[in-house]
């Protein structure tokens, strides 16, 4: 964030303006310490600073319609509508979506691990969402609005009720909903439906809370590609995934040992 300051010489006058005008109102809503140590431990991502502002003064004016914040800790999607509208409402635009569509994609997702894929894309047809949206959708919800939701949470705490946190949350759909292993798995080429599988398999426990990413390589190098290849719900192109994602993940083992030779 720009800095009347220390970035003088980059801005323009009525740029100078604007941030002293933000910073103002910004520390009459939240108080002159909680303005410098967000400032200072870089807790808001957004960079949009009309953004932030609409959202504090939204909070400011209309406490009690933020009351309803921490039913985003709800384990019940229905619960989340109310909330997820009344910030996408805030900031309009750059979404590349209908935010009913968002909201409903939010919920779908909540199921990922539950449910099949197939399953998911059934159930949002009716909302003109195909798999290819499905998945435009979740990386805009696990990115952006995952982000937005975590400016929203810090806000929230400084101005209505400190007791209230939906980091939780907010960390279960930056991931999908997903287990934290089984999301970043798919970053090395391993689709969750495969991870499914080994995981009902009993081979690999993806639900314990202790396995992250490291955790799971580590475990598919213990117990080795045949051992992934025999679980009987593996069909013939799952099989071809788990041979291309283990030479992916001994690459770097088949070079190191090069090397030392």
């Not at 303006?17 to 009459?28: A, F």
């Not at 935010?99 to 949002?124: P, R």
């Amino acid at each position: 964030t720009l800095d009347e300051g220390e970035d003088v010489d980059q801005l323009t006058e009525r740029q100078v303006e604007r941030i002293i005008e933000y910073r103002t109102q910004m520390s009459s809503i939240l108080g002159d310490e909680n303005f410098a140590r967000i400032k200072r431990e870089n807790l808001l991502q957004d960079s949009d600073a009309e953004f932030l502002l609409r959202l504090a003064t939204d909070m400011k004016n209309n406490p009690e319609e933020w009351r309803g914040f921490a039913f985003l800790n709800s384990r019940n999607p229905d619960d989340w509508d109310t909330m997820l509208y009344r910030v996408l409402r805030l900031k309009p635009g750059n979404w590349d979506a209908q935010f009913s569509k968002l909201v409903t994609t939010t919920k779908a997702i909540a199921h990922n691990w539950d449910n099949e894929l197939f399953q998911l894309i059934s159930s949002l047809k009716k909302e003109g969402i195909d798999i290819d949206d499905f998945f435009k959708l979740e990386r805009t919800i696990t990115y952006k609005l995952s982000a937005l939701l975590s400016d929203t949470n810090e806000l929230h705490k400084i101005i209505i009720n400190p007791s209230v946190d939906i980091s939780a949350f907010i960390g279960r759909m930056s991931r999908a909903f997903l287990p934290s292993a089984v999301y970043h798995l798919e970053e090395y080429g391993l689709p969750r439906m495969i991870s499914k599988k080994i995981h009902e398999s009993g081979l690999i426990d993806f639900e314990d809370p202790s396995m992250d990413l490291q955790s799971a390589l580590d475990r598919f190098k213990y117990h080795g590609r045949d051992a992934v290849l025999a679980i009987k719900s593996l069909g013939p192109f799952d099989r071809y995934v788990v041979r291309f994602f283990f030479d992916g993940i001994t690459l770097d083992d088949d070079i190191e040992a090069t090397n030392v030779d």
